[in-house]
């Protein structure tokens, strides 16, 4: 059993009007997914889901902390943080959907958000494959003189991947603005960190490269702004790349094809005492920022935004098979269905 931690200490450090939105945002990522959820069992989402059911602060906190113009880039665990970047929630639900109005144009589902104009640079399916995409947006921006964050989420199993070390290395190395957010969530699929790693302190690995590190409470929406805030500064005033460790928990199944064999019930009930979402709404409510009411409002208006999202996804068109070969590169030229033969 890997114990949850203790309750958040302290008051929240923010006026009504700051900390609403953080809990409107977490409110947005729970019902989206949750209906996720539920039209993957009726058959309307097909593929792979993962949801985030349970880390919602790590994304909210951290998007909450960094400039509009940052760039996104994430793991196929990744609803969330589309969500709070501004992706539309009826492009992301007609993504899940594989409909053509999706924000990757129903070519890439759940693991495959994709968003140029919101900055988000996925969604990606291959464990670590984010590190080095991240890497390159920042050497970008760094060649080109752009004032910009890229923050990289990121699984911890990821840092088992050569691509995390050779990401890590050449940002330290070459000082490249990128915050580097590992979403701690104890487990690679059914993998406790324990069982695969020589080194558990995460921290300490990414300190290995010289980088400045921190470690926050992932649980707590407060906690991961806080950190974020710290961190992204850091690396805005040129300070090289930060490495941020948010401590979470996912509360469901890796993806929908989990028996969840590898973790006592128990301690998956201690960590949703810490859930993210009912301790920052209790806390609001105990120092008077939040009205019963007011909460059942923001949670009637992420209720209303996913219906409308699913009337959208629903109403959407499925990709026609005779485009299935646009856009995608073979290094053998073969004839398109539409007899062009070209690549495109
Ligand atoms: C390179 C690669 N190896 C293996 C997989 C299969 N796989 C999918 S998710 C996953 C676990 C990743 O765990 P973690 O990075 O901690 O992220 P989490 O799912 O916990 O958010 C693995 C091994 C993959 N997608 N890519
Ligand atoms: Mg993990």
């Known amino acids: 059993m890997i114990p949850a931690p203790p309750p958040p200490a302290g008051p929240v450090p923010y006026a009504k009007a700051q900390a609403l939105p953080l809990l409107r945002d977490m409110l947005r990522i729970r019902r989206f997914e949750e209906k996720c959820a539920e039209m993957y069992g009726a058959g309307k989402i097909r593929g792979f889901l993962h949801l985030y059911i349970g880390e919602e602060a790590v994304a909210v906190g951290a998007l909450h902390a960094l400039d509009a113009g940052d760039n996104i880039v994430a793991t196929y665990r990744e609803h969330g943080h589309a969500l709070v970047r501004g992706v539309g929630m009826d492009v992301v639900m007609a993504e899940m959907y594989g409909k053509r109005e999706g924000c990757s144009r129903g070519r890439g589902g759940s693991m495959h958000l994709f968003d140029a104009k919101a900055r988000l640079y996925g969604g990606n399916a291959i464990v670590g494959g984010g590190l080095p995409i991240a890497v390159g947006l920042a050497l970008a921006d760094s060649m080109q003189g752009v004032a910009r964050v890229t923050a990289c989420f990121f699984g911890e199993g990821a840092m088992a991947e050569g691509a995390f070390h050779e990401s890590m290395n050449l940002a330290a190395l070459w000082k490249l603005p990128v915050l580097f957010c590992c979403e701690n969530n104890l487990y690679a699929m059914g993998t406790a960190l324990a069982r695969s790693e020589a080194q558990t302190d995460l921290c300490a690995k990414a300190a290995s490269y010289g980088m400045a590190t921190l470690r ?127 690549l495109r």
């Open 216 to 342: 926050a409470d992932g649980q707590d929406v407060v906690a991961v702004r806080e950190a974020t805030l710290t961190a992204q500064g850091h690396v805005r005033e040129g300070d090289g790349p930060f490495f941020v460790e948010y401590q979470t928990y996912r509360f469901r199944a890796h993806s929908m094809f989990d028996a969840e064999l590898y973790r006592d019930k128990r301690e998956v009930e201690a960590w949703k005492t810490r859930g993210p979402l009912h301790t920052f709404s209790a806390r609001l409510k105990a120092e008077g920022k939040l009205t019963e009411e007011e909460f059942l409002a923001l949670d009637r208006d992420a209720l209303a935004e996913v219906d409308r999202a699913v009337a959208f996804a629903e109403a959407g068109t499925p990709e026609p098979v005779e485009d299935l070969l646009r856009d995608v590169i073979s290094p053998s030229p073969r004839p398109s269905p539409r007899g062009e033969g070209e």
